[in-house]
């Protein structure tokens, strides 16, 4: 599976932006899509993970209630839509894929296959 992220940019604090990842590969539908982000000196983080249906989701506590992750398979891509972004939200974007797709890991050791990273940055 190649993951290709895009969708970063920059935008004021309280706006909103869509990332988007497109992968490759057939084993796309049947397993767990997360996204992460690392902030400049700091460690990544789990942002949000969508199992391989879209019913079931699961948010970091500082992205919940701002951020929605979505996927399309017969698109192959998924969707991170953030709004009323804040400057804490400022890092690298990475989506990632989890084959077995039987738990929303939020431990980025579990996923299989990582995206190039998108650049988000939040002014204030």
């Known amino acids: 599976v190649q993951l290709q992220a895009s969708g970063g940019g920059l935008v004021q604090t309280g706006g909103s932006l869509r990332l988007s990842c497109v992968a490759s590969?057939?084993?796309?539908?049947?397993?767990?899509m997360g996204w992460f982000r690392q902030a400049p000196g700091k460690e990544r983080e789990f942002v949000a993970a969508i199992g391989w249906n879209g019913e079931a989701t699961n948010y970091a506590d500082s992205v919940k209630g701002r951020f929605t992750i979505a996927r399309d398979n017969a698109k192959n891509t998924v969707y991170l839509q953030m709004n009323r972004l804040k400057p804490a939200d400022t890092a690298v974007y990475y989506c990632a894929f989890e084959r077995s797709g039987r738990y929303l890991y939020t431990g980025g050791k579990m996923y299989d296959y990582w995206g190039q990273g998108t650049l988000v940055t939040v002014s204030s």
């Open positions: 590969g057939r084993t796309f539908t049947s397993g767990a």
